[in-house]
């Protein structure tokens, strides 16, 4: 199922809604038994020591207190005084079945530190505002200290590891290490990004039963499942033919630069373009021979003669292009056919000559430029970013990482797998060829995006388990087809998946051009 982002802004509004619906209290005691259950199922030796802040956060570690002793599992609890009327409540209720609280101190830290085998961190949670209070920051250390001197100790973060901003995907010192995170309702953007999504471990989504579709309404992007993702993505009849499976462009290459055309090359045909044509200023490797490569003298001749031939379904500009990278794309944008634009069609001056049928790929340091910011603004916020990009440029927004952040007309989507050998060059080459390959297949603009940055994604994990950091964009291109068949697999499950659940991903799949 479709799974949400949720800002802390929105975590507090789905909490207050619950709060007024005299909710909060279900939702409360759902999170804290699956801390439980989740703890229990992933560590299930040790003594377990909770540690309760004041707020919600700590409310459910006291639930989840309850829960684990009911497991039969040995469990301490050190807290804070608790503020939050139902932090009081669950501590009352722990008390009842004979559940003692301790107060945290770096004495009653240590103490407790030095029979326990997993800590639960229940101090701050989406409440936090930064920065971490000195007090709370030395028990923080304290608890670093302890996990790092054994390999076996672990540390299981409720909520988000406490320290962090949930909104952010930077660090501090502060910030608690843990291996496991169990979050509700959603995804903070912390979890998602960066190196604060680093320091969440393995994470652990609860949707909590309680009035899911607030958590909706509240959430600022989606993270569609494979099945769904798979339901964007186009059959083919018996009687397709390479003209119904689209005609692609790719328009790219300078000297030096040509391999990135030809990667995009093969990441179109690999994502089932028919007929994949690349028109370059210079001599385009033939890496297949499956692709057209057309090398022209001029841009400006060729382009009037491109203009006035049969268009393509789809093409993409600007792998390795060059210098002229700008005027090229221009005019390649007044063909008005759907448009990928990467690399050095990345231009600012091109805001307002797009139309609706982009795709505009930038990875962060791109996207800076195009905003005019530093690219460590746009790494702490991807999914602002690829927002303001959005409505700077016009049409889609795939901003590229591990993981990318999709930003269309009717909302953000967040891609979901990936691998880290996918830090290498001419990656976004393919997924541009990959994206002009759907496009070209007759998926919307918001569908192509989606889907193709998952194909890829997947193709990546493929080529990951083969060759691990030394994959290479072609070792991707070559698994597009694997990843194809293993997202369609899930295809119906999905189809039925969006239908109960009245969710649409995107306006979805217009149907391959016949
Ligand atoms: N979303 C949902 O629907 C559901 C949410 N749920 C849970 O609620 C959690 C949010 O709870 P929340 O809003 O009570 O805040 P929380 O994270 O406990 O932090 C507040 C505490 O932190 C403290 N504090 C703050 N800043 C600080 C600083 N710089 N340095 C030091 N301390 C600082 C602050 O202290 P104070 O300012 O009051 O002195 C107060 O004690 C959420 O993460 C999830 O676990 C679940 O129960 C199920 C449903
Ligand atoms: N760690 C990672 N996890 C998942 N995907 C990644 C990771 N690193 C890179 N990628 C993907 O690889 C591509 C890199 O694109 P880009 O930086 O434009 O590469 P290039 O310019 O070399 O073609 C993007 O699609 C990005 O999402």
Known sequence: MTAFVLSPQGARRVDERLERAGLLDLAME????????????????????LLAGGGANGGDAFVAARHLQVLGRDVDVLALPSTHPLTRLN???????????GLLSPRSLRRALAGAGVVVDGLLGTGFTPPVRPALAQWLAQVQRWREQ?????????????????????VTDEVVQADHTVTFMGWKPALLFGAAAARAGQVTLLPLRVVPEWVQEHAQATRPSDPEVAALLPVRRADAHKGSAGRVWIVGGHPGTTGAAAMAGVGALRAGAGLVTIHSLAEVPLVTPELMVRRHPDWPATLLELGRSPLPGALAVGMGLGPEAAAVARAALSWNVPTVLDADALQPELAGAGHDRCIWTPHPGEAARLLGVDTREVARDPLMAARALQSRLGGVVVLKGGPSVVAHPAGLSVSRGGHPGMASAGMGDTLSGVLAALLGQGLDTPGAAIAGVRLHARAGERAGARHGYGLIASDVAGELGGAWADL???REAGIQACRSAGVMLASGHAGPPE
Do not use: K, N, Q
């Open 30 to 49: 759902e999170a804290g038994r699956g801390v439980a259950d989740v703890l229990h199922a992933h560590y299930p030796g040790g003594r377990v020591l």
């Open 91 to 101: 501590r009352r209720r722990w008390r009842s079945v004979g559940g003692e609280t």
């Open 150 to 170: 054994r390999a076996d100790r672990r540390v299981v973060a409720i909520d988000l590891p406490s320290g962090l901003d949930a909104a952010s995907s930077e």
């Open 488 to 490: 369609l697999a899930d």
